[in-house]
């Protein structure tokens, strides 16, 4: 037996509305939190390896600064 889903739970957004909201938590985000999700989603798409090398070189570089 299914049960009924809750529908007034359920918001609807515009697209732009939701990239809006997006670019601005993003912009807003401390640059960790950013480096962690380039990190995880490269990670994600090409493998633990894709992420051993070259981008911690990327980040020396900007701490040597």
Do not use: N
């Not at 960790?32 to 493998?47: D, M, S, V």
């Amino acid at each position: 037996m299914h049960e009924k889903m809750d529908k007034s739970s359920i918001v609807i957004a515009k697209r732009e509305e939701l990239y809006k909201k997006d670019d601005e938590y993003w912009r807003s985000a401390p640059i960790e939190e950013k480096l962690q999700t380039i990190t995880y989603l490269r990670e994600c798409f090409y493998g633990e390896e894709a992420t051993t090398g070259r981008i911690q070189r990327v980040h020396t570089m900007f701490k040597l600064k």
